[in-house]
């Protein structure tokens, strides 16, 4: 006889598996659009006036944008999980539970949510922080609705064995070094597979500083500290090419490539 396993998750509902079948299609297009729009469309405001540039608020968003960047680069670097589907379309080989998602069953996309606050911390909109994330959590809580009804029509009871077990969201820590053990971290993979959106973000990153600074004050009122912000710009672009050079030419590959 076989005993039904029990979990706290709802099922999924049939729109919102549709709206992340799409989002999952197009969010390579979708994604940075969006993003992009929402810092055109929107004014930066300064907590504390328009004289007084908020470097605190900045520092957070990198380093809130920098948490989600270091818990995707350990993901990846310790149990890669294939993300970017088959024909764009939501596709898995096998059901990965070790490493990270042992503890979370989505790390890699709490990483991208946290990059992404960071970002709109760093441009400190109010129509943004609305419009933007909203627009985000509902579209990765429905690309998670769209996999999971993948994995559970593929995996059946392993996977709801594995969702009863593992939080949806939550980094659950209790056990963590015991899930790690015996696992090494492959450098390489992360070149290969991060490269591109972390240069990405991180070069959008400086250029938003930048406008949100030239919005309320000349160049020549912080010189060293613009000048700095398009230095980093130019950095993020030279360690980009030289990534892709190294992907392109095959100089570096990852052990399970």
Same mark, same amino acid.
């Given at each position: 006889?076989?005993?039904?396993?029990?979990?706290?998750?709802?099922?999924?509902?049939?729109?919102?598996?549709?709206?992340?079948?799409?989002?999952?299609?197009?969010?390579?297009?979708?994604?940075?659009?969006?993003?992009?729009?929402?810092?055109?469309?929107?004014?930066?405001?300064?907590?504390?006036?328009?004289?007084?540039?908020?470097?605190?608020?900045?520092?957070?968003?990198?380093?809130?944008?920098?948490?989600?960047?270091?818990?995707?680069?350990?993901?990846?670097?310790?149990?890669?999980?294939?993300?970017?589907?088959?024909?764009?379309?939501?596709?898995?080989?096998?059901?990965?539970?070790?490493?990270?998602?042992?503890?979370?069953?989505?790390?890699?996309?709490?990483?991208?949510?946290?990059?992404?606050?960071?970002?709109?911390?760093?441009?400190?909109?109010?129509?943004?922080?609305?419009?933007?994330?909203?627009f985000f959590v509902v579209g990765y809580v429905a690309i998670?609705?769209?996999?999971? %009804?993948?994995?559970?029509?593929?995996?059946?009871?392993?996977?709801?064995?594995?969702?009863?077990?593992?939080?949806?969201?939550?980094?659950?820590?209790?056990?963590?070094?015991?899930?790690?053990?015996?696992?090494?971290?492959?450098?390489?993979?992360?070149?290969?597979?991060?490269?591109?959106?972390?240069?990405?973000?991180?070069?959008?990153?400086?250029?938003?500083?930048? %406008?949100?600074?030239?919005?309320?004050?000349?160049?020549?009122?912080?010189?060293?500290?613009?000048?700095?912000?398009?230095?980093?710009? %130019?950095?993020?672009?030279?360690?980009?090419?030289?990534?892709?050079?190294?992907?392109?030419?095959?100089?570096?590959?990852?052990?399970?490539?």
């Amino acid at each position: 006889m076989t005993v039904p396993v029990t979990t706290t998750d709802r099922p999924e509902r049939p729109l919102l598996v549709r709206y992340g079948n799409f989002l999952f299609r197009y969010r390579d297009a979708v994604f940075p659009a969006t993003l992009v729009a929402l810092f055109l469309l929107t004014r930066p405001e300064w907590p504390r006036g328009r004289d007084d540039y908020d470097t605190a608020l900045d520092l957070t968003g990198v380093g809130v944008a920098l948490l989600g960047q270091a818990l995707r680069v350990a993901v990846i670097g310790y149990a890669y999980i294939i993300r970017g589907g088959r024909n764009k379309q939501v596709y898995a080989e096998e059901l990965v539970t070790r490493g990270f998602f042992n503890h979370s069953r989505n790390p890699l996309y709490v990483g991208n949510l946290l990059i992404l606050f960071g970002l709109l911390l760093l441009w400190n909109a109010p129509a943004a922080y609305l419009v933007g994330g909203t627009f985000f959590v509902v579209g990765y809580v429905a690309i998670v609705a769209a996999e999971e %009804a993948f994995l559970r029509g593929k995996f059946g009871a392993q996977y709801d064995a594995y969702a009863a077990r593992v939080p949806r969201w939550r980094v659950r820590l209790r056990g963590f070094r015991a899930s790690m053990e015996g696992m090494v971290f492959n450098w390489r993979r992360v070149v290969l597979k991060e490269y591109g959106s972390a240069a990405y973000w991180i070069a959008g990153a400086f250029a938003l500083m930048l %406008a949100d600074s030239l919005r309320y004050q000349d160049w020549d009122t912080h010189p060293r500290r613009h000048a700095m912000l398009v230095l980093g710009v %130019a950095a993020v672009a030279t360690l980009w090419t030289w990534a892709r050079w190294l992907k392109k030419t095959k100089r570096l590959r990852s052990p399970d490539s």
